[in-house]
């Protein structure tokens, strides 16, 4: 098992920024693949960026693409979610993930562990 707790959600303007944190308690996520995804009222859940273990490359979803940025810490323990010049539409209940294998996946049914979801709320 790989507990996952996602720390940042709050409300804030159209334009403005968010920072989402994941933390994996008691072990570290180097050799795991870490990824956000989210979801909206009535929507699927969708993936929103990936990170892959050891080699830390990057995934985005389209829609997010130049405006978000996902890291990860040296320890390897903590993943984040960088938000900028957020919109209205990137409204919803945001999803941190891992799964056990190094590569990143956009498809939600790829992911073994999930946090229990921190909501991001945008107002124009």
């Known amino acids: 098992q790989v507990p996952l707790v996602e720390f940042g959600g709050g409300l804030v303007q159209a334009g403005g920024s968010l920072k989402l944190a994941c933390a994996a308690s008691?072990?570290?996520?180097?050799?795991?693949?870490a990824g956000w995804f989210r979801q909206a009222p009535g929507k699927e859940r969708e993936f929103v960026a990936g990170?892959?273990?050891?080699?830390?490359?990057?995934h985005y979803a389209d829609s997010v693409k130049g405006r978000f940025t996902i890291s990860r810490d040296n320890a390897q323990s903590t993943v984040y979610l960088q938000m900028n010049n957020l919109k209205t539409e990137d409204t919803a209940v945001y999803y941190c993930?891992?799964?056990?294998?190094?590569?990143?996946?956009?498809?939600?049914?790829?992911?073994?562990?999930w946090g229990q979801g921190t909501q991001v709320a945008i107002s124009s």
């Open positions: 993930a891992a799964r056990g294998v190094l590569g990143s996946s956009p498809d939600a049914h790829d992911w073994n562990y």
């Open positions: 990170i892959s273990g050891l080699t830390t490359t990057t």
């Open positions: 008691g072990r570290s996520l180097g050799n795991y693949a």
